[in-house]
């Protein structure tokens, strides 16, 4: 193997350029998703009495609203309720995982390709089987982004319901006697913001397969076999 020598032409060029908006891209993907906490609020007034209580849950990644209990504030007991047994609906884990994992072997991918263009693009080029390699990752990162992103985004829709106007109705308490207003719930912004370059990922990973192809033995089979034909001379025709 040869050995290391930096050159930033590659990052002049679109296989590199792009792979580096890939690698800045994959760091909003999973950093708005996986670093977002929020809260719904509501407020509940018991049947003895006219004043409003608050009571809150909590949730964030990796999104177990069926783990997100409501708390009262400062520990105060409201309506004579254990509002500690009452959670939020649904466990939307498995799509936000399954995104935010996804991202960060992106984002690492993305440095190692990153270092073997900078650093060995002679082997690279050189090579039949590392752009070959580069090639089928680059196609199957496409399409997982499509795949996780989409389940993500069903998955947000989800969580804005479960979190939004129609847990007054959900909740026992509220269905008892107690009277319960929604209150307000975090905003979803960064959340939106992850789906959106959950999709500008897709769109750049399958504009960069292009890239990546040009570089196989795929797009130009003929300058394999010319090279090794180099030096070789024909036998004589037969009269």
Known sequence: MSSFQLNLNPLKEPLGFIKVLEWIASIFSFATCGGFKGKTEIQVTCPSSTDNKTV???FGYPFRLNEASFQTPQGVNVC??????????????????????FAVFVFLYCIAALLLYVGYMNLYRDSRKLPMADFVVTLIATFLWLVSTSAWAKALTDIKIATGHNI????????NGVTCHFGSVTSMGSLNVSVIFGFLNMILWGGNAWFVYKETSLHSPSNTSTSHSQGVVSPPSVM
Do not use: M
């Open 56 to 58: 809150t849950a909590t």
């Open 80 to 101: 004579q309720i254990d509002w500690k047994r009452h959670v939020l609906i649904g466990d939307y884990s498995s799509s936000a995982q399954f995104y935010v994992t």
């Open 168 to 175: 007054v109705q959900e909740l026992g308490p509220c269905n």
